[in-house]
């Protein structure tokens, strides 16, 4: 029987899943007293672990010597070190997207939120003040948006945010322009995207491509007053050039990612309008796709050698 360490809270399918299955299961959630390295050290015999966005080092890899596969259940695996799992001969999966239409509605949500002040107007309304002029906002409806990434979560960005009749400018170099027009977006440069959007969303991995790719370079291209929306990974964006033109530009900057998951000072603070603790695939829907995902993964992987999944 295959042992399966789940060190995070996922909807109880994934345990139902893999124990119909034939697999021994240990899901018990990491506390800030008993870390990844604590429950792997406790059940060193296991073939399996699925995570969210714990963190997997080559530490943990190294406590676990009977270990196969490692599931990332959502899209990103960058909490897993994927080339030294690789050098172990282990595999890594993800469940692409099963966190996307959590991510995408999140989008809309901070889009809504900062056109109309909701949070600053909600915060004076509760200290009895009435301040309606103040909080004069603006409107989704006919503007431009910009999505940086068509994957899964832009693509549903492009569903979610189409009752709003706006037009859509993306970026994607392994788009073709026939399916970009198939899902009703025109493709541009990233010069014309900044230059010209009302709305940018950032939907793109990060990596050595994309680290500070949203410099001053586009940064200074933006319309006054455009917004910029983060909801893909804190180094796409040179936080220093944002913050020296966010003012001048009177720029609106929405944000859900960090360089560190955890309690403390974001280094953000100052500049995002908006700013939530990576909530994006923070929804009851989405914890269960992707357990649904991770559980349903492992179970081919064993059973059918499927292995389509696998990122490293």
């Given at each position: ?191 014309k995207i900044f230059a010209e959007a009302d709305i940018i969303s950032l939907h793109i991995p990060e990596n050595d491509a994309t680290r500070g790719l949203v410099n001053n370079k586009y940064l200074s291209l933006m319309k006054q007053g455009a917004m ?85």
């Amino acid at each position: 029987m295959k042992k399966v360490l789940i060190p995070t809270k996922l909807d109880k399918i994934v345990a139902k899943i893999l124990t119909e299955a034939g697999f021994e299961v240990v899901q018990i959630p990491v506390t800030p007293e008993k870390g990844v390295a604590e429950l792997a050290k406790e059940n060193s015999d296991a073939e399996v672990v699925i995570v969210r966005s714990e963190k997997v080092p080559a530490e943990v890899i190294d406590l676990l010597p009977n270990l196969k596969l490692v599931v990332r259940a959502g899209a990103g695996f960058d909490n897993i070190d994927t080339k030294y799992a690789r050098s172990k001969n282990i595999d890594v999966m993800n469940t692409p997207g099963a966190n996307s239409n959590g991510v995408a509605e999140e989008v809309v949500a901070l889009a809504l939120a900062a056109y109309r002040k909701v949070v600053p107007a909600d915060i004076s309304t509760r200290e009895g003040k009435w301040e309606k002029s103040k909080f004069l906002g603006r409107e989704i409806t006919g503007k431009t948006v910009g999505i940086l990434g068509l994957g899964h979560i832009g693509r549903l960005l492009v569903k979610r945010l189409s009752g709003f009749e706006v037009t859509f400018l993306g970026y994607d170099p392994f788009l073709s322009e026939e399916k970009a027009r198939e899902i009703g977006v025109t493709l541009a440069p990233l010069e014309k995207i900044f230059a010209e959007a009302d709305i940018i969303s950032l939907h793109i991995p990060e990596n050595d491509a994309t680290r500070g790719l949203v410099n001053n370079k586009y940064l200074s291209l933006m319309k006054q007053g455009a917004m910029l929306i983060n909801c893909a990974r804190s180094g796409i964006i040179n936080e220093d050039d944002l913050r020296a033109i966010k003012a001048e530009k009177e720029l609106i900057f929405c944000n859900d990612v960090y360089k560190k998951d955890a309690e403390g000072p974001k280094s953000v603070a100052d500049i995002a309008d908006v700013m939530l603790p990576h909530l994006g695939a923070n929804t009851k829907e989405a914890n269960f796709q992707a357990a649904k995902r991770a559980a349903e993964e492992t179970v081919a992987y064993f059973k059918d050698g499927d292995t389509s999944c696998v990122v490293n």
